[in-house]
Nanobody, 125 residues
Framework: QVQPVESGGGLVQAGSSLRLSCVAS?????????MGWFRQAPGKEREFVAA????????SYSDSVKGRFTISRDRVENILYLQMNSLKPEDTAIYYC?????????????????WGQGTQVTVSS
């Protein structure tokens, strides 16, 4: 069983930065797969944030975070990152790391096989 574990969430002021990290428990499963970040705000459905292909060569972002967030991965250490800059109150959500069934950077939640428990990000105005 592969269990991604997220960390790095917290309470920050608008305009601040945070970096989320995600470690997958089994390197063999995740190193050849695309990975992504999703988020879910209170009362809303889970939404796509960013994705990265197996080798880091392709990335994809939602329009709401493009230009502010950067997804990256360390395949040697098997860690996925999400650098979040210029945070806004509307970025407040639980952020989830996920491992895709494919090698590509995909935005569809149903293409992801393994999900973490999430880390809370709260941005105050």
């Amino acid at each position: 069983q592969v269990q991604p574990v997220e960390s790095g969430g917290g309470l920050v002021q608008a305009g601040s930065s945070l970096r989320l990290s995600c470690v997958a428990s089994k390197r063999r499963t995740s190193s050849n797969n695309g990975m992504g970040w999703f988020r879910q705000a209170p009362g809303k459905e889970r939404e796509f944030v960013a994705a990265i292909s197996w080798n880091g060569g392709t990335t994809s972002y939602s329009d709401s975070v493009k230009g502010r967030f950067t997804i990256s991965r360390d395949r040697v250490e098997n860690i996925l990152y999400l650098q979040m800059n210029s945070l806004k109150p509307e970025d407040t959500a639980i952020y989830y790391c996920a491992i895709s069934r494919s090698a590509a950077a995909t935005s569809a939640a149903n293409t992801y096989q393994y999900w973490g428990q999430g880390t809370q990000v709260t941005v105050s105005s």
